[in-house]
Antibody, heavy 118, light 107 residues
């Protein structure tokens, strides 16, 4: 079975940094694009980053560009998100997702909560 | 960037009703659209991909249609388990923007 397990969420002060991890199993990790999606408390879903299966191509939404970095280690079946210069508005549950048919997210992790205090 | 707009934001319906949720794109996205269901405290689950393809294991009462800029998600006969929030997402090109969501409530 496909499993995605995020970790690394925490309470951090504004301006600080955090690294999230997503451990993947049950599928050929290097063959799948992966994304990060977040959801602020009581709000909707917000896609913000993706990476190709090889890691050679990365994509970001404008609101995280220059602050967040997506990466992966295919030898460890793990996806990462390095978050710098965190702001109060980055407070959210962060989900990693596996890209399925053509790009939709066919599997999601359970999410990890990042709280940024101002 | 292409914007995705869902309507309505909230929908009240009863078990057995047929309901339709609409998602509009600000530019054509061909059929690169997915629909997700999310229940409180849970991760979203994909229902429909490529606008009208039913994800494996999803009940056949869910269906999707549309192409270009206008899309619909239809639930043919609401079941108690269907009361949730629904999101569309475009994925023709980055950013893979979501609609703002439609909360389906029990009338």
């Amino acid at each position: 079975d496909v499993q995605l397990l995020e970790s690394g969420g925490d309470l951090v002060q504004a301006g600080g940094s955090l690294r999230l991890s997503c451990a993947a199993s049950g599928f050929t990790f290097s063959g799948s694009g992966m994304s990060w999606v977040r959801q602020a408390p009581g709000k909707g879903l917000e896609w913000f980053s993706a990476i190709s299966g090889s890691g050679g191509a990365t994509f970001y939404a404008d609101f995280v560009k220059g602050r967040f970095t997506i990466s992966r280690d295919n030898s460890k079946n793990t996806l990462y998100l390095q978050m710098n210069s965190l702001r109060a508005e980055d407070t959210a549950v962060y989900y990693c997702t596996k890209e399925g048919r053509g790009g939709s997210s066919d599997y999601w992790g359970q999410g990890t909560l990042v709280t940024v205090s101002s | 960037d292409i914007q995705m707009t869902q309507s309505p934001s909230t929908l009240s319906a009863s078990v057995g009703d047929r309901v339709t949720i609409t998602c509009r794109a600000s530019q054509s996205i061909s059929n690169w659209l997915a629909w997700y269901q999310q229940k409180p405290g849970k991760a979203p689950k994909v229902l429909i991909y490529k606008a009208s393809s039913l994800e494996s294991g999803v009940p056949s009462r869910f269906s999707g249609s549309g192409s270009g800029t206008e899309f619909t998600l239809t639930i043919s006969s609401l079941q108690p388990d269907d009361f949730a929030t629904y999101y569309c997402q475009k994925y023709n090109s980055y950013p893979y923007t979501f609609g703002q969501g439609t909360k389906l409530e029990i009338k």
